[in-house]
């Protein structure tokens, strides 16, 4: 059974730094793309970064130029670099990976507040 662990979610102020990490328990032998996806209390769920297999990358207008994914495919983890915090970035960001045939694993999520 594959598990999608994240982990560096935490509490940060106004123009600070964090970085997720996420990591699957279990092996997979392919996968097709690596995203971050976020929600925030009372709002759906919204992508906010995804890296394919090939290395290319797509974000979310809102965080472009301060959010950097990067993924380790020997690894099978992904990274998601948070720069330039907001207040509007606080929710709780989940990654997920989508594999051949259409399935997708999902983390856990783990919590991102930008407070001063």
């Known amino acids: 059974q594959v598990q999608l662990v994240e982990s560096g979610g935490g509490l940060v102020q106004p123009g600070g730094s964090l970085r997720l990490s996420c990591a699957a328990s279990?092996?997979?032998?392919?996968?097709?793309?690596m995203g971050w996806y976020r929600q925030a209390p009372g709002k759906q769920r919204e992508l906010v970064a995804v890296?394919?297999?090939?290395?290319?990358?797509l974000y979310a207008d809102s965080v472009k130029g301060r959010f950097t994914i990067s993924r380790d495919n020997a690894k099978n983890t992904v990274a998601l670099q948070m720069n330039s915090l907001k207040p509007e970035d606080t929710a709780v960001y989940y990654c997920?990976?989508?594999?051949?045939?259409?399935?997708?694993?999902w983390g856990q999520g783990t919590q991102v507040t930008v407070s001063s």
């Open positions: 890296i394919f297999r090939g290395g290319s990358t």
């Open positions: 997920k990976f989508a594999v051949p045939g259409g399935f997708e694993y």
């Open positions: 279990g092996s997979i032998s392919s996968i097709n793309a």
